[in-house]
């Protein structure tokens, strides 16, 4: 379904913090250089809108607390290969809109989002980041008397967690303006610096110093870029995950986490579908928050406090009949491997500006269902959806609202084995035969 086109009443405009906040500059390390030219949109539906004036004001009160989110990116003046953010006050980008379109029509096509979704959001992305505002807020209101509020913010500015403790915060201003804020926000982040000397202690199998398949044959996440992507969604709720823990034969299935069930299963349904030679090495790739690893980050850190992981495996053991426990055990080593020293050396391999991800990756999995997202509220009660703005070779796991126990897969996969993929993933028993 495509979404039809926004009415914009007036120009945007930049909300600014409502009082006097600090002017300095804020360090970003290494796990935050990463990302600076990437935004994150969190998109929310809710049922009732909220008033523009409301939403304004109470923005504005957040961005006192959270003031490097009004900031600017600027050359670093110790280093001019580094960004920093000046909280300079200039403000975050909000825009009103409307359109004719009801919260039922949305929340269908939400469950599988195209390229028509990007109409609710004002780009603001570009080749220079200089003077491009962190943070991008669009309220479009709906003709049923519900809204579409999508916050885009710089990847480098926060994570998934971070960005779910500011939203959050924000809904808690917009009902109780007077209120403390629940976590107060930590700004620093030299917490995280690089190491001198650095020391790279572990090997970092998803990064490498230059492209090690330069062509799409080899290069999976190249392979999948020219294809035409088509956007596939599945909910496993408390039954299915049972299901496939329970495949699992060599592991007590009461070890496993949901996660580890999931992401398995799904990496093993996408190589499968994809018909890779049997002796081929393939790629998982998956986030760790390491927020509760690291002794010295504080309560209330919001930036970038995760590491990308990965595994490796030979598609004749990933995709053999009743060998989910071979998937699962690797993520589980994967996620136990991540210890403070591990943390710290990722950080150092991020110092060399050089280090790409590897091309023979199949497969990226982020988590957004254990970051609270979903209790976002501003007043007129939680979202009937929360989810990002489109889905790419990414695969995002997203709470499914009114059932804590469920998780939502959602992944786009090439047109021509959408097919395959949708039945591997459905059907759980299949794995049980030989085809």
């Not at 690797?330 to 403070?340: G, R």
């Not at 703005?389 to 021509?416: E, T």
Request: proline share 6%.
């Amino acid at each position: 379904m495509e979404l039809p086109d926004c009415y914009y009443p007036i120009p945007p405009i930049n909300i600014t913090p409502c009082v006097p906040t600090p002017n300095h500059t804020l360090h970003l390390n290494n796990l935050d250089d990463e990302l600076y030219k990437k935004f994150v949109p969190y998109v929310y539906i809710f049922k009732k809108s909220v008033g523009m004036d409301t939403l304004k004001s109470s923005l504005s009160r957040v961005l006192v607390d959270y003031y490097p989110f009004a900031g600017r990116f600027r050359t670093s003046t110790e280093d001019e290969n580094k960004l920093v953010v000046d909280c300079n006050g200039e403000g975050a980008l909000f825009v009103e809109a409307s359109m004719d379109i009801n919260v039922e029509e949305l929340l269908k096509s939400s469950m599988m989002p195209n390229s028509s979704w990007k109409k609710i959001i004002c780009n603001v992305e570009s080749k220079n980041s200089i003077d491009t505002p962190l943070l991008v807020i669009q309220v479009t209101n709906l003709r049923c008397g519900g809204m579409i509020l999508c916050a885009s913010i710089n990847h480098s500015l926060s994570d998934g967690t971070g960005a779910s403790q500011f939203l959050n915060a924000w809904g808690q201003l917009t009902q109780n303006p007077n209120s403390n804020l629940t976590i107060i926000p930590s700004h620093d982040r030299r917490v995280l610096k690089i190491q001198e000397p650095p020391q790279v202690n572990f090997t970092h199998p998803i990064y490498t110093k230059e492209s090690t398949h330069p062509n799409p044959e080899s290069n999976l996440s190249m392979w999948f870029l020219t294809q035409s992507l088509v956007p596939t969604s599945f909910i496993f709720r408390f039954n299915e995950i049972l299901r496939l823990k329970k495949q699992c034969t060599t592991s007590s299935f009461n070890h496993i986490t949901s996660f580890e069930a999931i992401t398995a299963h799904l990496w093993r349904s996408l190589v499968k579908a994809t018909n890779l030679s049997l002796s081929r090495t393939v790629k998982l790739c998956f986030t760790v928050n390491f927020r509760k690893k690291m002794k010295l980050l504080p309560e209330g850190y919001y930036g970038n406090g995760f590491v990308l992981v990965g595994v490796e495996s030979i598609v004749k053991d990933l995709v053999a009949p009743n060998n989910l426990d071979h998937g699962v055990k690797l993520v589980q080593k994967a996620k136990a491997s991540v210890n403070e020293e591990y943390i710290k050396s990722t950080i150092d391999v991020l110092k060399d500006k050089k280090v790409i991800h590897d091309g023979s990756i199949s497969l990226y999995v982020t988590q957004w269902n254990r970051l609270g997202l979903e209790d976002v509220d501003f007043g007129e009660g939680k979202p009937l959806h929360v989810g990002p703005l489109s889905v790419q070779i990414y695969c995002v796991l997203l709470p499914v609202i009114g059932d804590p126990n469920a998780v939502r897969v959602l992944l786009s996969v090439p047109k021509n084995i959408v097919e395959k993929f949708q039945h591997y993933m459905i059907e759980i028993e299949s794995w049980g035969k030989d085809e």
